[in-house]
Every structure is written in C-alpha cells, then in structure tokens.
C-alpha cells in the first residue's frame, strides 16, 4: 500500500532545534519535497531531495536516505513564527492514475508549536 | 504571493447543490494540480492537468469534474454537494518538472451546510 508517516505535533522552545521524520511506502519515487503551511493558508515549498543526503536553505536542512525510506526535516534557531504544520511529500507516490512525474502525495502534516 | 489566484475564497452553499471552483496559474506554468483539505488533514491529490489536457488523477469523486481550458485556466466542479465536501480546495502550479516544489493558490474554503 501506500503510506507517509510523520509525527502529529512537536513543540520546541524559541531558538531550540526540532527534527521532524517522515517515512514513506509508496509504488513510485522520485524525490521528498517538505512544505510549511500556516493556520490554513497556502502551503509553501521549504525544500526537496531527490539524493540521499543532506540539504541545507538557511535555518532549514532536509535529509533524505532513499534505502530507509526515511527522510527529516531540520529546523534550527526556532523562532515564534516558525509555528506551523509541517507536511512531508513524495514525487512520485500515492494512489490514482495517470503520469506519477509531477504528482506529489502529501502526509498529513506534522503541527509545530513554538512556545516562548 | 505564490503567482497562482484561485476564486472565490469563500463559499458557502446547501447540500445537492453544485459549486465551480476557478484557479489561474503561474504566469508561463502549463501545469495545474487540484488538492482537497479536509479539516486536520493532509492535502488529497485531486487531478493534475497539463497544457489542457488530464495528466493524472487520483482519488477524486466521481461527482467531481474539472477541465483546463486554453488560455491554461482551470475549473473544478462540485455537483451533488455533501457536508463531507467541506473542505479546502488548493490549486497549484508547476514551474519545472524535475523538482518537487508546487506553487498554491490561497484557496477557496467551500462549507457545505
């Protein structure tokens, strides 16, 4: 079957570093990508490894073991605004037909609370 | 802002009825994809279409439709309305086809009473 798990909420204290998991079991892969979304707003595209290894953007480093099947998120130096749900997705994956090269199956989101 | 506007925003509508859900693109993105929020939920691959034409599909009801039209604008309606439908409905689009970012709309917020 197909599957991404991810933990359902994490909390961290401003300027703490938090990891967020995600594994997946899915019929196709091309890559993970990690989104952040706000209380309902647009999710927004963090990062993406199509290789195994690290990704480092700023703050933000993505992780990606393809024979795991795993792959984190890192977030370092939290701040307040870092609040947010935190959404792992796989290229490649989930179910449906058609072209798997563009789709993106999505997990159902890891809540980040940052307290003071 | 992403580039992609969806409208409306808001809808409110009763069951049985139909709604259509409208998404512009990123200037110069051929493709379009549509996902479903339900509350507390991941985002629930819809359709994805390419220059026009369906590229794929995954989980999406049947009473649920949606086309791209030639000036790369696209549709999703909603017939036969259920209060299970309410939900969040995303669209994005795609820049290049070899990276996992997608670009969203802000949404339309559709709540079925």
């Known amino acids: 079957g197909q599957s991404l798990e991810q933990p359902s909420e994490v909390t961290a204290v401003e300027g703490a570093i938090v990891q967020i998991n995600c594994t997946y079991q899915?019929?196709?892969?091309?890559?993970l990508s990690w989104y952040q979304q706000h209380d309902g707003g647009a999710p927004t595209f963090l990062s993406y490894n199509a290789l195994d290894g690290l990704e480092e953007t700023g703050r933000f480093s993505s992780f990606l073991s393809r024979s795991d099947s795993y792959g984190y998120l890192l977030l370092q130096e939290l701040q307040m605004k870092d609040s947010a749900s935190y959404f792992c997705?796989?290229?490649?994956?989930?179910?449906?037909?058609?072209?798997?090269?563009?789709?993106?199956?999505f997990g159902r989101g890891t809540q980040l609370t940052v307290w003071p | 802002d992403s580039g992609v506007t969806q409208t409306p925003k808001h809808l409110i509508t009763a069951t049985g009825q139909r709604v259509t859900l409208r998404c512009s693109p990123r200037?110069?993105?051929?493709?379009v994809y549509w996902y479903q929020q339900s509350l507390d939920q991941g985002l629930q691959f819809l359709i994805q279409?390419?220059?026009?034409?369906?590229?794929a599909k995954g989980n999406i009801l049947e009473r649920f439709s949606a086309q791209q039209f030639p000036d790369l604008h696209s549709e999703l309606n909603l017939s036969s309305l259920e209060l299970g439908d309410s939900a969040l409905y995303f669209c994005?689009?795609?820049?290049?086809?070899?990276?996992?970012?997608?670009?969203f709309g802000e949404g339309s917020r559709l709540t079925v009473l």
């Open positions: 279409y390419y220059n026009g034409e369906e590229r």
């Open positions: 997705a796989v290229r490649g994956g989930g179910p449906g037909r058609g072209s798997t090269l563009g789709r993106l199956y």
């Open positions: 994005a689009s795609r820049t290049d086809a070899n990276t996992g970012e997608l670009f």
């Open positions: 899915t019929s196709g892969f091309y890559g």
């Open positions: 200037s110069g993105d051929l493709s």
